[in-house]
């Protein structure tokens, strides 16, 4: 017997799933073209595994229960956020894994040896696995088991999908979306930095320096990147609506994305580095692509990876508001002086995003600078709290420790 994609859509929609993420495998294509056909269920296409966890991770923060949908070749792109993102900060997710390269099944030869370790690479960044329900009888307890698991250890979990699962559905939906190029802002363009990047982060997360502030103290969240900057922006003052990215680098943004896709009433800021927007480039594509109003994207350039000693990154040699721009920002623009910047945020604060402000920053920090002292788990806890989420806390108590056993 055979899955049938409408039963576990069903299931999964009554059990409070959604949306669904990833990047598309022959194996899901029922499963993923069900998914697409369905009104009232979301899909959201990633360009890369690692940023479909990402994005997840946000809609999860912002109370949604997702599900990340890969190939086992991808795992490799996901064991980053898995191992820095959420295993830290204890967010669970469900995965579906097909399983390439099983062992008995003729398959490409690229597929060969991730299929043979696809288990035991699971186990290894604690993620505890089962198959993939075999028929539609076994759906819902293995849905349950899944749900279970994620409420006592608050880690994800995972299905892994054998070839022909799933009964055939053919893609009926094929929808057309317009591109509309964003607008590049008239800036500033000096020969070198005016701000340091602790003035430049006081100027987006400090209430008191503009007129605006109410939009951030009341309605207003802020993401920011692993290393100095999430450092900074602890010490220049620490609030439960800032969620300070520790490890997983180059996620910010596509968490941010997450949450403000399932947060349309907040302001989402995203405090990203150059550094960090380089390493994952595709973010600015989903940005651009699902166009959540209500998100402004800061990319701090020093033009270095400060947090490991001073390295230089390729940002000179980068347009960041060009490239907002061809991936539909609504608006980006580059600023260096404290007065622009303060002016820049105002506007973009009121005024229907995605916005892009880069700020050349100066290199340095305080030598002194420390970590912020509150856990990664504290962080999640009350952002979540702050967002008013009881149906995400009546899910299960969450636990920093590991429960039960892996693959």
């Not at 604690?126 to 329900?133: A, H, I, N, Q, T």
């Not at 622009?340 to 506007?347: G, H, N, S, Y």
Request: glycine share 8%.
């Amino acid at each position: 017997m055979l899955v049938t994609s409408s039963k576990f859509i069903d299931l999964m929609t009554e059990k409070g799933f959604g949306p669904h993420i990833g990047v598309p495998c022959s194996f899901l294509k029922p499963l993923i073209n069900y998914i697409i056909d369905r009104k009232d269920v979301e899909y959201i296409v990633a360009n890369n595994e690692g940023e479909a966890v990402a994005i997840a991770s946000g809609a999860y923060l912002a109370g949604k229960r997702p599900v990340v949908m890969l190939q086992n070749s991808g795992l490799g792109n996901i064991i980053n956020p898995l191992t820095s993102l959420n295993y830290v900060f204890k967010i669970p997710l469900l995965l579906i894994v097909t399983w390439r390269g099983e062992s008995g099944l003729k398959d490409e030869p690229q597929h060969e040896l991730m299929g043979q370790i696809t288990f035991d690479l699971l186990k290894v960044v604690r993620v505890k696995c089962d198959e993939f329900p075999g028929s539609d009888d076994e759906i819902e307890e293995k849905i349950t088991d899944a749900i279970n698991y994620m409420s006592q250890t608050s880690l994800p979990y995972a299905f892994i999908m054998h070839k022909d699962t799933v009964g055939r559905y053919e893609l009926q939906t094929h929808r057309d979306v317009p591109f509309v190029r964003g607008k590049i802002l008239d800036g500033e363009d000096f020969e070198s930095p005016m701000l340091e990047r602790r003035e430049a982060i006081a100027i987006v997360a400090d209430p008191s320096l503009r007129s605006k502030a109410s939009l951030v103290q009341e309605k207003g969240l802020i993401i920011s990147t692993t290393g100095k900057i999430s450092r900074e922006l602890f010490y220049h003052e620490d609030k439960a609506n800032q969620f300070y990215v520790v490890g997983s680098m180059g996620c910010a943004s596509s968490i941010a994305l997450g949450v403000a896709l399932y947060q349309p009433e907040k302001k989402v800021i995203v405090l990203d580095g150059d550094g960090s927007a380089l390493m994952r480039m595709e973010a600015m594509v989903s940005i651009g692509h699902y166009h959540p109003s209500n998100l402004l994207h800061v990319i701090l350039d020093n033009e270095s990876h400060e947090s490991t000693g001073g390295q230089a990154t390729l940002s000179p040699t980068v347009q960041f508001t060009e490239i907002a721009a061809a991936c539909g920002y609504q608006s980006s623009v580059k600023v260096f002086s404290a007065e622009k910047l303060a002016d820049t945020i105002q506007r973009c604060l009121v005024e229907k995003g995605p916005h892009l402000i880069h700020v050349k920053v100066k290199r340095g920090s305080d030598a002194s600078l420390g970590r912020p002292t509150v856990t990664p788990v504290q962080v999640k806890e009350r952002f979540m709290k702050l967002i008013d989420l009881p149906l995400r806390q009546a899910q299960g108590k969450l636990s920093s420790e590991v429960k039960g056993s892996f693959c």
